[in-house]
């Protein structure tokens, strides 16, 4: 199995600019999440799925898009990129278990974008 | 706001000497306590967990313990080695996930 999968795995967009982060898992997970970093504030939840069709916001939503057509893939839509978006983006799936739905995360390598 | 605060944010070691990370968290609805070691240029990985109904839990050289009445948890690593130079999360929550900024553990040989 490769796992999660994540591409591009670095980016430069200008101001205004849109683009797609891609995600893939091969678990067969159903929960899948997105995730950004910035330096010294931990993981911030952007966007996640609990399954094909479904998403919810997480902690930080604005500025982004998610869709979940498929179990396996879940990607992030920037529309209108800003300097404020400058991270590095992680996707993360887990197949929950019977106490908790966030167990055991499984990350990607992450995608590192700057907004110039 | 839920919260979960980690500290040191950096923390330099010996080999073969103890580590210890601590966090704690506001939301006492909290059960599940997760920590993460991220290597440089990779995305986290999870290393070890504790439940709310645990108090302690041990994988080697690594263990968490948990205080659920002070609302705090800690990361021990004994007999460190220069592989466990990483960045380490703790993370807490019930539903959603709520993690630490980090800790820099450096183990120098």
Request: glycine content about 8%; charged content about 20%; some cysteine.
């Amino acid at each position: 199995n490769a796992g999660v999968t994540q591409t591009p795995k670095f980016r430069i967009l200008k101001i205004g600019q849109s683009m797609t982060l891609q995600c893939a898992q091969d678990m067969n997970h159903n929960y899948m999440y997105w995730y950004r970093q910035d330096p010294g504030m931990g993981l911030k939840l952007i966007y996640y799925s609990v399954g094909a069709g479904i998403t919810d916001k997480g902690e930080v939503p604005n500025g982004y898009n998610v869709s979940r057509s498929t179990t396996e893939d879940f990607p992030l839509r920037l529309e209108l990129a800003a300097p404020s978006q400058t991270s590095v983006y992680f996707c993360a799936s887990s197949s929950p278990g019977l106490e908790a739905a966030n167990e055991k995360l499984f990350f990607g390598s992450g995608t590192q974008l700057s907004v110039l | 706001g839920e919260n979960v605060e980690q500290h040191p944010s950096t923390l330099s070691v010996q080999e073969g000497d103890s580590a210890v990370i601590k966090c704690t968290y506001s939301d006492s609805a909290s059960n599940y306590f997760p920590w993460y070691k991220q290597e440089l240029g990779k995305g986290p990985q999870l290393i070890i967990d504790i439940r709310s109904n645990v108090g302690e839990k041990k994988d080697q050289r690594i263990a968490v313990t948990l205080n659920k009445t002070a609302k705090h948890f800690s990361l021990h690593i004994t007999e460190t080695q220069p592989e466990d130079s990483a960045v380490y999360f703790c993370a807490g929550g019930y539903n959603k996930l709520i993690f630490g900024a980090g800790t820099r553990l450096a183990v120098h040989p």
